[in-house]
């Protein structure tokens, strides 16, 4: 049996209709995301997050660990944190739009304070991916306001003033190394410095902020540390 050939015309719709359906699947695709609060008061608040198959309150959120994986559409127009301990004129939860950047593979949502938004939340995504942000690394974001400079072993990294993180790999066995931070035009003295572990199962995310108390110098640190083994045991405890 023949089946007739179609036209150009329609060769061309369908084409056109297989490429759409192809974006829209991709666009609406179920991302793996994960949540860290700023802080305790962040911590404690009743928060959900939403898309366009409905919400999901956010549970364990602590300013020192991320949350489990949240899977959700990548749909901007429906992909939300809605704050449920805070409604608008209407009654419902104020929101704030999540907007991850194109090709993010793990994002990981920081939740920041922000008084002039309707949910009080200022939102950021980091790509938390393994390929960005592998194991043994040190990612550095430099929030205090100055430019700085990162030294670990006698090797020197510049950080400008960004929430773009700066990656570090020291590589190597585990080991006690020592860090060092400075005022990058002024390198003569640190000010921050002190040993940390390097372990090659395990990566810290690092916040720099600026001091509140002088008696320690002009800048704090925000300091998230994450261990794969923990997170693979966790991992399969929940897939028991």
């Known amino acids: 049996m023949n089946f007739p050939m179609p036209s150009n015309s329609q060769s061309s719709r369908f084409c056109l209709v297989a490429i759409t359906m192809l974006m829209l699947s991709q666009w609406l695709a179920a991302i793996p995301v994960r949540v860290l609060a700023w802080n305790d008061e962040i911590a404690a608040r009743k928060l959900a997050i939403a898309d366009a198959k409905g919400s999901v309150p956010i549970e364990g959120m602590h300013p020192a660990q991320r949350t489990r994986e949240y899977q959700v559409t990548t749909d901007e127009k ?6 449920l301990d805070s409604l608008d004129k209407d009654g419902k939860p104020t929101a704030s739009p ?3 950047p194109p090709g993010t593979k793990q994002p990981l949502l920081l ?10 939340l200022r939102l950021l995504v980091l790509e938390d991916d393994a390929a ?33 993180p700066v990656l570090v790999n020291p590589g190597g ?20 410095s002190s040993a940390w572990q390097q372990q090659q199962d395990a990566r ?18 925000k300091m998230i540390t994450e261990n ?6 966790e991992a399969a405890a929940l897939h028991r």
């Open 132 to 164: 960005d942000f592998p194991w043994g690394g040190i990612r550095l974001i430099n929030a205090s306001g100055q430019k700085l400079a990162f030294v670990h072993e006698k090797k020197a990294t510049p950080l400008p003033v960004s929430w773009n």
């Open 173 to 192: 066995e585990n080991r006690n190394m020592g860090v060092r931070f400075f005022i990058y035009d002024y390198p003569q003295r640190p000010i921050y």
């Open 204 to 221: 810290i995310l690092v916040f720099i902020v600026p001091g509140t108390d002088a008696r320690f110098g002009p800048v704090a640190l």
């Open 78 to 83: 429906t992909m939300t944190i809605q704050a």
């Open 228 to 233: 794969r083994r923990v997170n693979e045991t």
């Open 111 to 120: 939740l920041l304070p922000d008084v002039k938004a309707a949910t009080g």
């Open 98 to 100: 999540i907007m991850i």
